[in-house]
């Protein structure tokens, strides 16, 4: 009785250190799981700015300079490229002086056509625009740069211009700026 009651034992604990084995090894895995999880879905912006030497940036209003013009499109745009860097940096946004500056102007907003239906007509149309954009950073010239950054967005023919205008004009100015940012700012 004794030998097989041990035999039992034996078992039970080798049963036992194999569920703990488990369990152990399932929680490992899943709170490794979730941590890598949590780093990949992070939120890296990419901003690789030297707090130490760079503390403001001077952003410019952006004249229209185009031959077509949206009224709102100028305080759409300078708006979201203010507020890229606010929301994605710790510059301070000053009026002159900055350490970093950016200036330039919307140069092109045009429409084409883009696609052609079976009966000859236009399908869909295309908007684009184009900025120019001067940067200076005053801690370090070398990424001193004057470069144009464009957009486009389409939109069918059947819908009138009016109806998607400001839709597609705030897609293609958060691409814009998005560019922007990454250029002046992201070094990638």
């Known amino acids: ?18 569920r703990h084995s488990l369990f152990v090894s399932f929680w490992t895995m899943l709170i490794s799981l979730i941590l890598s999880s949590c780093s990949v ?40 490229l203010k507020d890229v860097y606010a929301n994605n940096t710790r510059l301070i ?22 696609a052609v239906s079976s009966e000859g007509y236009s399908a869909q149309t295309e908007l684009s625009m184009t900025v120019n954009v001067r940067f200076t ?13 464009s957009a486009q967005a389409s939109y069918e023919t059947t ?4 109806s998607v205008q400001e839709e597609l004009v705030t897609q293609m100015v ?10 002046t700012v992201a070094n990638w």
């Open 1 to 18: 009785m004794d030998k097989r009651h041990n035999t039992h034992i034996i078992k039970y604990i080798r049963t036992e250190r194999h």
């Open 41 to 80: 879905s992070y939120k890296f912006n990419g901003a690789s700015i030297d707090y130490s030497k760079t503390k403001t940036i001077q952003i410019a209003d952006f004249p229209i300079r185009s031959s077509y013009v949206w009224g709102p499109m100028a305080s759409i745009f300078n708006n979201q």
């Open 159 to 162: 819908q009138s211009l009016n």
């Open 137 to 149: 950073n005053n801690a370090n010239h070398s990424e001193d740069f004057e470069r144009q950054f």
């Open 174 to 183: 958060k691409e814009i700026t998005d560019q922007i940012f990454n250029a």
């Open 93 to 114: 946004l000053v009026k002159r002086n900055g350490d970093m500056k950016i200036e330039g102007e919307i140069t092109q907003y045009n429409q084409r056509n883009k």
